[in-house]
Each structure stands twice: as C-alpha cells, then as structure tokens.
Nanobody, 126 residues
C-alpha cells in the first residue's frame, strides 16, 4: 500500500519554529512533486509550499514566504517543511501530498495530489 505520513506538528509559541516531515512508504518520492497544504477550522485547504521532484523548483504562498522552507531528501524518501517565525494564523492541520506530471505552481494553486497524508496539527499559541 502507498502511504504518506506527516510528523513534527505540535504546540509552539508565536515566533517559534517547527519542522514537519512527510515520509513515504510503498513507493519512492523521487518521481513526484510534493506539496504541503494546510486547513484551518472553517477555512478552505490552501497550498503552503510545493517542491518539484528534482528540487529545482519551489513555490510558496505569499503568507509564508521568508518564513517557511521546503526541502526534500530523496535518499530518505522524505520531504520537510521548516517553519520559522510562526504566527497564530499558521495554526491548522498540515497535510502533504504527492503528484506526478505537474508544475509546482499548478499543484499548490489547484491543491491537487495523487496521494495524501492524514495530516499533523500545528498550533501556534501563547
């Protein structure tokens, strides 16, 4: 079976940092673009950041530019989202997704994935 599993979420104070991980099992990620998405209560899911299979292209939502960094380690079959300077409005469930034959812009804007993880909760609060 093919799975994506997110980890690294938790409770952090404003200004703090977290690193999310997205690990794949049952398939290798190196042929897939990977995206991080989030959904806050009462809001639509939004694309946070996406990275191409080769790491040559990345895309960030305006709200996280300069604070979040997406990266991947294909040898570990894992993609990361480093989140710094966290704000209360970053509070949401964060999901990762994998998709082939897409640009990172299309994946993030259209919020499309072939495979999705179950999500990890990120709460930013004092």
């Amino acid at each position: 079976q093919l799975h994506l599993v997110e980890s690294g979420g938790g409770l952090v104070q404003p200004g703090g940092s977290l690193r999310l991980s997205c690990a794949a099992s049952g398939f290798t990620l190196d042929a897939y673009a990977i995206g991080w998405f989030r959904q806050a209560p009462g809001k639509e899911r939004e694309g946070v950041s996406c990275i191409s299979s080769s790491s040559g292209s990345t895309n960030y939502a305006d709200s996280v530019k300069g604070r979040f960094t997406i990266s991947r380690d294909n040898a570990k079959n894992t993609v990361y989202l480093q989140m710094n300077s966290l704000k209360p409005e970053d509070t949401a469930i964060y999901y990762c997704a994998a998709r082939r034959f897409t640009t990172v812009q299309a994946m993030c804007v259209r919020r499309r994935g072939d495979y999705w993880g179950q999500g990890t909760q990120v709460t930013v609060s004092s």
